[in-house]
């Protein structure tokens, strides 16, 4: 049947565009004709005043908590006239609030909104509401009331945030769910009854029932989205309330179970002492467990108490843990009986079929958000990490909102796209270094509250490290890994055989400051410490690592890019003595001959150089453990030779001395 549904805002009818076809009392000709004469625009609220239409356009419905408008389309009913507003450049847009009241009941986004409003409705969120239709003034509001938004959730700033993978509790059966057992034999389901399995995983349930003839649908936020989701005879909660991290959401999550129920609806959730706990981490009222997902362990009082005070009506316990509540109160009494009585015998139940399953369509359902899959790979790929919803490209998020996908579930699809994709592996590993070398180098002036990062880091912390302790822990073992003289030269060594830089004598190891980025974490965290104290890496044209000493050399040339560039400044900084010191060279007075083995395999110039290098060897001006000529020796030499074309011997051992 359908409902009159909608926000109304002194006589402004707000409505999702979901929810058009499935309104009673409210006249829908007008949304057509504004369609039709604003022509092909996107929007996903229509706003419907007398004599006029808005079409307008949020940020994405599904992800953001109070979306922000991004443009308008108004049409005057009468005339026809279309007035376009652009909001996407305001610093402080309009926002929305109560996206639940915009949306049909069927629909799953339901519980999440309405948990959020009840908890903004508690804080006192919504006093004063004609002064909070705006980004900024609601934003303001939020942070008054000593709290911040995590997706829908409004949290102090001091909350762990923990990231909660609630589709990882469904399990295969092979019989039918306790549940179901007993309402079949209590006769609460039977060939005369739908059933509706509100969360019904992987869809054993309903599998087993359908295969026995009776009518049975199913949905799951992650395993079936596509599932349909209405009303019938009886509704099955089965171990979805004790998934969720949210109180709140809880609540709702029972009401819309209830709603939906036209005779009874049967409740189970995971008991207290039933399960062991071991290796699970406490978090809000329940634990988190070894495979990131969410328990709530209930009283049997808990349980009873909770569906009574939602449904308005009392429980009939059916096992621990398990509850039924009946608005057929004829069938009530006829279970009371049944649970009674000595003649109940357990027949054969049903069971799920060997090989078949509930069509979930996934197939279908990536190639419907394919574009969205793409733009998320290329963003996974640049973060090498899965991106978080504000991570990801707005086009993306309008695909998914579109094709009314949990993001979730999107994100789901995406690991799998991106299970065997190596860009991805690398990026992940290449990330995961970055961030251990920052937060290493970010310990001199003190390790960084979590909650001082910026959301990406924060996002990476969790992704890479499990958490922010971890990942300094981590650091700090780098940290203290960076006077290891063994180990950096060790790294030292790899570095040369990748051809980042080269050897000059036997203990140093000089590079081009450019490939910094590419040398291991180690010697970066050891680099980066002299940048503490002096700083001047990215304007020195090479480095130099001291391998038997704690010392870095931060060299700048005339003209590095010359075939022999020279000295103009050294910096010296000793880690042992806490000093810096300068040392500034007179121009041509400090040449660095032979600079390709210095240079980066991979640099577009070292060919060319070598070539020249050749010819410089050809002068017979260097013999091995004589020292350097000076540059005018060389220049002369060079200016009455005949410089030969191509590689005609190798440079020998550098052994510039200072």
């Known amino acids: ?61 599904d992800d953001i908590p109070f979306p922000a408008l991004i443009s308008a389309t108004k049409v005057d009913i009468p005339s026809g006239d279309i007035t376009h507003t652009d909001y996407r450049n305001r610093a402080n847009p309009p926002i929305l609030h109560r996206k639940e009241l915009l949306l049909p009941e069927d629909d799953p986004r339901l519980p999440t909104f309405r948990a959020l409003t009840a908890a903004a409705e508690e804080h006192g969120l919504f006093k004063d509401s004609n002064r909070i239709g705006t980004r900024k003034a609601w934003e303001a509001r939020i942070a008054a009331a000593g709290l911040v938004l995590r997706g829908h959730r409004l949290v102090p700033p001091d909350e762990e945030h923990v990231e909660v993978v609630r589709h990882r509790t469904a399990i295969l059966r092979r019989d039918l769910s306790q549940p179901m057992q007993l309402m079949m034999r209590f006769g609460v389901v039977g060939p005369d009854r739908t059933v509706f399995d509100y969360g019904c995983g992987q869809g054993e349930d309903v599998a087993a029932l359908a295969s026995q003839g009776f009518s049975a649908f199913g949905w799951d936020p992650h395993h079936a989205p596509e599932g349909p989701r209405g009303p019938a005879d009886v509704v099955n909660l089965g171990f979805v309330l004790n998934v969720i991290e949210d109180p709140r959401e809880r609540i709702e999550t029972l009401k819309a179970a209830w709603g939906f129920a036209k005779q009874s609806l049967c409740v189970a959730v995971m008991l207290q002492g039933k399960t062991s706990i071991a290796g699970h981490k406490p978090y809000r009222d329940g634990y988190v467990t070894t495979r990131g997902t969410f328990q709530k362990y209930f009283e049997q009082q808990e349980l009873q108490s909770l569906v009574a005070s939602v449904t308005g009506e009392k429980p009939l316990a059916f096992a621990p843990g398990i509850v039924a509540v009946f608005k057929d109160k004829d069938l009530e009494q006829e279970v009371l009986l049944r649970r009674h009585s000595r003649a109940f015998v357990a027949g054969d139940l049903p069971r799920p079929p060997p090989r078949e399953r509930f069509a979930f369509a996934r197939p279908e359902l990536r190639e419907r ?19 978080d919803q504000e991570e990801a490209p707005a086009e993306a998020l309008a695909c998914i909102s579109e094709n009314r996908v949990a993001w979730q579930r999107a994100v789901d699809l995406l690991e799998q796209v991106l299970n065997a994709d190596e860009a991805f592996a690398l990026a992940g590993r290449l990330r995961r270094q970055d961030l251990l070398v920052h937060l290493a180098l970010m310990q001199f002036p003190g390790a960084p509250k979590y909650r001082h990062l910026p959301r990406s880091i924060q996002a990476d912390l969790k992704s890479f490290f499990k958490g922010h302790s971890a990942a300094l822990d981590e650091s700090r073992r780098l940290l203290f890994a960076a006077g290891d003289r063994q180990g950096v030269r060790a790294d030292a060594e790899a570095a040369i055989a990748e051809g980042l830089g080269g050897l000059r004598g036997t203990h140093h190891l000089r590079f081009r400051s450019t490939v910094l980025s590419r040398l291991s974490p180690r010697l970066r965290v050891l680099v980066g410490s002299a940048e503490v104290l002096q700083g001047g890496v990215e304007s020195s044209d090479f480095v130099e690592i001291d391998l038997d000493a704690p010392r870095i050399v931060m060299i700048t040339c005339d003209d590095v890019d010359c075939p022999v560039p020279f000295v103009v400044e050294r910096t010296f900084v000793d880690f042992g003595k806490l000093k810096v010191s300068t040392d500034r060279r007179d121009p041509e007075t400090t040449p660095i001959y032979f600079k390709s083995r210095f240079m980066p395999a991979d640099d577009q110039g070292r060919e060319r150089q070598i070539d020249f290098e050749a010819a410089l060897a050809g002068t017979g001006l260097f013999e091995v453990g004589v020292r350097e000529p000076q540059w005018s020796e060389v220049k002369a030499k060079l200016a009455i030779m005949t410089v030969k074309t191509g590689r005609t011997a190798s440079p020998p051992p550098n052994q510039i001395t200072y």
Request: net charge positive; aromatic share 4%.
């Open 369 to 387: 958000i394919g574009p969205a899959l793409e733009a998320l790979r290329v963003r996974a790929t640049l973060l090498g990490r899965l991106p």
């Open 1 to 61: 049947m359908k409902r009159t549904i909608g926000k109304r805002v002194a006589g402004t009818l707000y409505m999702h565009r979901s929810a058009v076809k499935e309104t009673e009392g409210v006249d829908l000709e007008p949304i057509a004709r504004a369609e039709s004469s604003a022509g092909d625009i996107k929007w996903n609220v229509a706003r419907i005043s007398k004599g006029s239409v808005s079409l307008l356009l949020y940020e994405s419905f």
